[in-house]
């Protein structure tokens, strides 16, 4: 069966500081690995998406990492702000059939001031 | 919200009624999504739909119906409801990519359905 486990369950920081969110997966063959940002009472909102032939991908204060051989990502949060208090969500997408995604649990970020 | 909207945005309901929670989208997408969420799961699948009249099958759709008879609009029934139902429920669609993601696409969620049925 296909899993995401991520870690850790929940963080919290102080605002300013760098954090990184870990993401361990089984899907295989592997299409793509998104980190959705999910705020309290919203729906998830991507973040990155990446192939498993690509090992980094930015956005903004974001920065996410793949490891296609070790089926391990990590979401690299720089400078965080208190904006950045959510849930990150590590979603992989299987290669073919009907491409249905298996999402982690999630971890929940708290920042502080 | 990529142009999804869901209603209701907040149910309470009591066990044995039915409800319906609706999804409507205002740009073509063919597929479409029904997740629930609940504290210590992530998003689980209920069923999802790849065209009119098409749909199927995800990890927990024991007690779930759908239907989409047009493209906009996908529809979730629980035909009687139980307290094990209550949950969050999001609508999701997913909107074609070019190049390497053409296949896989890419889902955007709506804002959410919360559900209590006591």
């Known amino acids: 069966k296909n899993q995401v486990e991520q870690s850790p369950q929940s963080l919290i920081i102080l605002e300013g500081k760098n954090c990184t969110l870990q993401c361990n997966y089984t899907v295989s063959p592997f299409s793509n690995l998104r980190w959705y940002k999910q705020d309290t009472g919203r729906g998830p909102v991507s973040l990155t998406i990446m192939t498993f032939s690509e090992n980094t991908k930015s956005n903004g204060r974001y920065t996410a990492t793949l490891d296609a051989d070790t089926k391990q990502s990590s979401l690299h949060i720089t400078a965080s702000q208190l904006s950045d208090s959510a849930s990150y969500i590590c979603v992989v997408t299987p290669s073919g059939g009907s491409y249905i995604p298996t999402f982690g649990r999630g971890t929940s970020l708290i920042v502080h001031p | 919200d990529a142009g999804i909207t869901q209603s209701p945005r907040h149910k309470v309901t009591e066990t044995g009624t039915p409800v319906t929670l609706r999804c409507h989208q205002t740009?073509?997408?063919?597929?479409m999504y029904w997740y629930r969420q609940d504290p210590g799961h992530g998003l689980r699948l209920i069923h999802y739909s790849y065209g009119v009249k098409d749909t199927d099958k995800g990890e927990v759709s024991d007690g779930y119906s759908v239907s989409r008879s047009k493209t906009e609009d996908f529809l979730l029934t629980l035909e009687s409801a139980t307290s094990s139902q209550t949950s969050v429920y999001f609508c999701?669609?997913?909107?074609?990519?070019?190049?390497?993601?053409?296949?896989?696409?890419?889902?955007?969620f709506g804002p959410g359905t919360r559900l209590t049925v006591l």
């Open positions: 740009e073509n997408h063919r597929y």
């Open positions: 999701a669609i997913k909107a074609r990519l070019a190049g390497e993601f053409a296949q896989s696409g890419e889902q955007f």
